[in-house]
């Protein structure tokens, strides 16, 4: 039997994650009491193929968020938990208050909307600090968080090894704060300066054809694919369900593109839940 508890910081799209989880076959709650969850358990703990999710934020009480380590261990042994985190800065999440005209569960007059976030995060500190997936969503629109969670989530409740995501990005647009791992390959030879390419992305076959004719590009591949082959081991026996591999390059479009899709093809038959995400590719195609 499967749990996923959803929670993080009002505004970073939990619903959204909630949803996706809906679409895949998951019972889903939102905004359970975090002192009933053994009360739920026990009433589809009988059925082993069953898969439960719910959303436990800042809407719980503050005891209940504080004492919810001691809740989930007092859960079977048998139950898979596992727990996702999403977050946002304080300036988005600003932002996405401003423009949808919502009020953040914590705000009141005497509270501002800068306060209750900073508050917020206070009270879900007991659950950050256990969460096996964190996922910032400050450069993601509905469709990339519902990719990307579909992506991660789907494979790792069909697989009990450790879902491997390899993510291209541009360092233009700011690092992923969420990855485990992050390797910059600016210093590739760059097909943006080649006219007849630079309106390709690592995915077209010119563009892979000119970079796996490169020298340096596969010397790069072969080293960060030596690197974690040699340590993504020792991720796993830390007992992680997820690791986060970021690739990128300076737009995040060609070199950064080509090896991560190159490594996640390296990885896939030793890690059959090794998903592939191009942030700045995904960001063009749903625009």
């Not at 690092?175 to 910059?184: E, L, T």
Request: aromatic share 6%; glycine share 4%; net charge negative.
């Amino acid at each position: 039997m499967k749990l996923v508890i959803i929670s993080g910081s009002s505004g970073s799209g939990k619903s959204t994650a909630l949803k996706v989880l809906e679409d895949i076959g998951f019972y889903c709650i939102d905004n359970l009491p975090a002192r009933l969850l053994p009360a739920l358990i026990e009433q589809y703990i009988a059925e082993p193929d069953s898969q439960l999710a719910t959303c436990i934020d800042a809407r719980n009480t503050p005891e209940n968020i504080a004492s919810i380590s001691e809740t989930l261990s007092a859960l079977p042994e048998s139950l898979n938990i596992e727990i996702l985190f999403l977050d946002a800065t304080e300036d988005v999440l600003i932002q996405r208050f401003s423009e949808t005209r919502r009020k953040h569960p914590l705000s009141d007059a005497d509270t501002s909307l800068k306060s209750a976030i900073q508050k917020e995060r206070n009270i879900l500190d007991p659950i950050i600090q256990i969460a096996d997936l964190h996922i910032n969503t400050n450069q993601m629109n509905v469709h990339d968080l519902r990719s990307l969670i579909k992506k991660r989530l789907q494979a790792a409740s069909t697989d009990k090894s450790m879902s491997l995501l390899f993510t291209s990005f541009g360092f233009k647009h700011g690092i992923p704060v969420d990855a485990d791992m992050v390797f910059d390959v600016r210093c590739l030879p760059n097909p943006h300066w080649e006219p007849l390419l630079r309106e390709m992305t690592g995915l077209d076959q010119p563009v892979r054809a000119f970079l796996s004719a490169q020298e340096d590009v596969n010397a790069m591949l072969n080293d960060i694919a030596s690197y974690l082959t040699t340590w993504l081991p020792a991720f796993i026996d830390s007992n992680r369900s997820y690791a986060t591999v970021a690739i990128g390059c300076t737009g995040g479009q060609h070199r950064s593109v080509y090896i991560s899709s190159k490594l996640q093809q390296m990885f896939a038959s030793d890690y059959p839940s090794c998903q592939i995400f191009h942030r700045e590719i995904d960001k063009l195609t749903h625009a």
